[in-house]
């Protein structure tokens, strides 16, 4: 009322025009550090150069894909201009010995089971620990985030011992189950639900006569969208790419796609062409990923945003 009243004496001394420009004046300060202010030329060019910067490396995999060996053994740095043999390259690829579609199919398989898996158990986790109250909630908590310390190549041994014991070796299952759920994936869910589910949405679904996991089925998860979403990217990508532990325990019987990409390097004598031809196949999936589903992330977290 007093920002009223004042352009409203401006008005009656200097004019409706002074009027508006004292009005937009004061509205462009009160928003200049506000949600509005839009970005300048500086901003764009930051983010335009780490966007190169991000890009080149995929790029170079992209050129050494469509040159040849003796090219690159002769100009290990290639120009910027791509050659003509990637077509070529990636047809030896698909049809190399190292049974590259049945090492899309394991791939797709254990990243898509364990996406799914790890945002499942993670949530429901994630719903305990944030929202009921139980006994021990916080030094279990607490644990399972110390585990997040623990390096990974401390419990190969024992757990390869316990693969063989089980006769999965070899199997996709000993790549999915020790993954299903994660100490991150719970500390994520956790914080997350933690500020972005009320509990009045839980009182009224319990007083509506909703068990707890139709709480959790109907309330929960559709409050959890964007942080599963998040989740189930990251653990997507990190199991399509990971190389590890499907190495050790798969072999080169029944390959994922990283597994495949080492063996095709035994197969060609570190033939860089080939090489990078499938990695820059193995990468396409990802990146229709990112291109596909960058934008309903986006929403998705902007969706999810609950004020404090």
Do not use: C
């Not at 990695?279 to 291109?291: Q, S």
């Amino acid at each position: 009322m007093k920002n009223e009243m004042s352009v409203a004496m401006i008005e009656q001394r200097a004019g409706k025009g002074a009027a508006r420009a004292a009005a937009r004046k004061r509205k462009d300060k009160h928003q200049s550090w506000g949600s509005s202010r839009r970005p300048g030329i500086v901003t764009y060019i930051v983010l335009g150069v780490v966007l190169l910067l991000s890009a080149y490396p995929l790029y170079f995999a992209f050129l050494l894909a469509s040159s040849d060996a003796q090219t690159i053994a002769q100009n290990p740095i290639p120009s910027l201009i791509p050659g003509k043999n990637l077509f070529s390259n990636v047809n030896a690829v698909l049809h190399s010995d190292i049974n590259f579609w049945l090492a899309t199919w394991n791939s797709i398989i254990v990243s898509t089971i364990t996406a799914i898996s790890v945002v499942f158990f993670s949530t429901l986790a994630g719903f305990a620990f944030s929202k009921l109250h139980f006994r021990g909630r916080g030094p279990l908590l607490a644990f399972i985030v110390g585990t997040m310390a623990v390096p990974t190549q401390l419990g190969i041994v024992p757990l390869f011992i316990l693969m063989s014991a089980l006769g999965w070796t070899g199997k996709l299952v000993a790549v999915i189950v020790p993954v299903m759920v994660t100490a991150f994936g719970v500390f994520w869910m956790t914080q997350y639900l933690r500020d972005a589910l009320p509990f009045e949405l839980i009182e009224a679904a319990r007083v509506d006569g909703a068990t707890l996991m139709r709480t959790f089925w109907f309330v929960v998860l559709p409050a959890a969208r964007p942080a599963a979403t998040m989740l189930a990217l990251f653990t997507f990508v990190g199991q399509w790419t990971n190389f590890f532990w499907p190495f050790i325990v798969l072999g080169s019987s029944n390959p994922t796609l990283p597994v495949a990409l080492q063996l095709l390097q035994a197969s060609y004598f570190k033939d860089y062409s080939l090489i990078m031809a499938g990695v820059v196949v193995a990468t396409a999936p990802l990146i229709l990923l990112f291109i596909f589903a960058g934008r309903q992330l986006v929403s998705g977290i902007m969706q999810g945003a609950v004020k404090g």
